[in-house]
């Protein structure tokens, strides 16, 4: 196994994991963002209020994004495992 091989596959690994969190990461982001202006807009300063918005914001998102991230990550996890033979040998 060569180490252009082995960059390769890592290369590919987090563009994988950036490509699987950014969904997640964004809604939270958004949804955060929204609440931190309503909150400055109502003059509530409470660090709790956020919580459960962004809570549900991740949980539908991983409802209706879920399909993909998953398939996502065993195409990848199954194209890895089967080209074991060919990276060792």
């Avoid at 109502?42 to 398939?71: C, H, N, R, Y």
């Amino acid at each position: 196994m060569s180490e252009d091989l082995v960059l390769q596959i890592g290369r590919e690994a987090l563009f994988l994991i950036v490509t699987l969190s950014a969904p997640l990461l964004l809604s939270a982001l958004v949804v955060g963002l929204l609440v931190g202006i309503l909150q400055a807009a109502t003059q509530i300063q409470e660090q709790t209020l956020s919580f459960i918005p962004k809570l549900l914001a991740l949980v539908v998102t991983l409802g209706l994004m879920g399909p993909w991230l998953l398939d996502s990550w065993v195409t990848f996890t199954q194209a890895l495992i089967l080209n074991i033979p060919d990276l060792i040998g």
